[in-house]
C-alpha cells in the first residue's frame, strides 16, 4: 500500500473513532489535536500530530505549541514530546495517530508530574515588572485632544472645502528667511 492509501484508511478510522469527541479536532486532512484531560484540568494539555508525505513510513511532526499549553512549562513539554517520539519509533511504518492519542492519555498523569500551572497573573506581574514605565492602566482614558471654536474657524479657515491645506502652506518665504539670517552674499 502507498503512503497515501495508508493515510486515507488512518483518516477514514479516525473519524470513526472520534466521531462526536469534543477533545478531537481535525485541523486538516493529514493534522489533527487530541486534548488529554478535560476542559479546565489544570494539567489537560493539547497534541498536535501532523502526517508527512511519507507518513507512516516516517514519523510524523508533533507539536504542543498550541496557545492552549501557555501554561506548561517548556521542560514538562519537552519530556512530553520525548516520550512521544519514544512511542513513534516503536509504530514506524504503521497508523500511529490513534495510538499516540491513547498513550498519552494513558499517561496524562506521568507526563504531568512536574507541571506547576503558571498564573497568568505572575506573567502579568514579570513582564510589568520588566517594563514598569509601560505597564497599562485599566482606569485611564486618553482624553481626544479638543479644540476651542476659535481654533476651528481658524483651521477651518486655513483649509479648503475638502478639509485639506492649500499647496504651500507650509513653504518658506526665501527672501524674509534670508534677510533674518543675513545670508553671506551681503557680506
Do not use: C
Not at 62 to 80: D, E, L, Y
Amino acid at each position: 500500500m502507498s503512503a497515501n492509501e495508508d493515510q486515507e484508511m488512518e483518516l477514514e478510522a479516525l473519524r470513526s473513532i472520534y466521531e462526536g469527541d469534543e477533545s478531537f479536532r481535525e485541523l486538516s486532512p493529514v493534522s489533527f489535536q487530541y486534548r488529554i484531560g478535560e476542559n479546565g484540568d489544570p494539567k489537560a494539555f493539547l497534541i498536535e500530530v501532523s502526517w508527512t508525505e511519507t507518513y507512516p513510513q516516517t514519523a510524523p511532526i508533533i507539536s504542543m505549541n498550541a496557545f492552549f499549553n501557555n501554561t506548561i512549562s517548556s521542560a514538562v513539554k519537552q519530556s512530553i514530546l520525548a516520550k512521544l517520539q519514544e512511542e513513534v519509533e516503536v509504530n514506524l511504518g504503521t497508523a500511529m495517530t490513534y495510538t499516540l492519542f491513547e498513550y498519552a492519555k494513558d499517561n496524562k498523569e506521568q507526563f504531568m508530574e512536574n507541571h506547576h500551572p503558571v498564573n497568568n497573573t505572575s506573567i502579568s506581574n514579570i513582564i510589568s515588572a520588566e517594563t514598569p514605565n509601560t505597564v497599562p492602566s485599566i482606569k485611564k482614558k486618553d482624553k481626544k485632544e479638543q479644540l476651542s471654536k476659535t481654533q476651528k474657524r481658524k483651521l477651518a479657515d486655513k483649509t479648503d472645502h475638502k478639509g485639506e491645506l492649500p499647496r504651500g502652506w507650509n513653504w518658506v518665504d526665501v527672501i524674509k528667511h534670508l534677510s533674518k539670517t543675513g545670508s553671506k552674499d551681503d557680506e
